[in-house]
Nanobody, 125 residues
């Protein structure tokens, strides 16, 4: 069972920024098939962004142009840079990983094999 560890959540006002981080203790993030999901109160968990083994990225329409998924192989960390945050971005954010490598990603829960414990993001108006 692989462990994904998120950090970087917090509370900001509308228009603010946050950067989430995710590491996999004992494992490199290089070439991994990874992503970020979120769950708002009373809503289904939804895919936000994904990155495949060749650094091709995919975003949900609601975050395009505001969020950026990336990884730093030297730091062994996956990031989600979130800018121009809105109250509707509030929720618990989960780092995700799919077993093995992948070409292309989807933002479906069925694509995910491993989940982090989640980190809370709260955006106030």
């Amino acid at each position: 069972q692989e462990q994904l560890v998120e950090s970087g959540g917090g509370s900001v006002q509308t228009g603010g920024s946050l950067r989430l981080s995710c590491t996999i203790p004992g494992l490199s993030v290089s070439r991994q098939c990874m992503g970020w999901f979120r769950q708002a109160p009373g809503k289904e968990r939804e895919g936000v962004a994904g990155i495949d083994s060749y650094d091709w990225t995919k975003y949900d329409d609601s975050v395009k142009g505001r969020f950026t998924i990336s990884r730093d192989n030297a730091e062994n960390t996956l990031y989600l840079q979130m800018n121009s945050l809105r109250p509707e971005d509030t929720g618990i954010y989960y780092c995700t990983k799919r077993e093995g490598h992948c070409t292309g990603v989807t933002l479906l829960r069925s694509f995910v094999d491993y989940w982090g414990q989640g980190t809370q993001v709260t955006v106030s108006s």
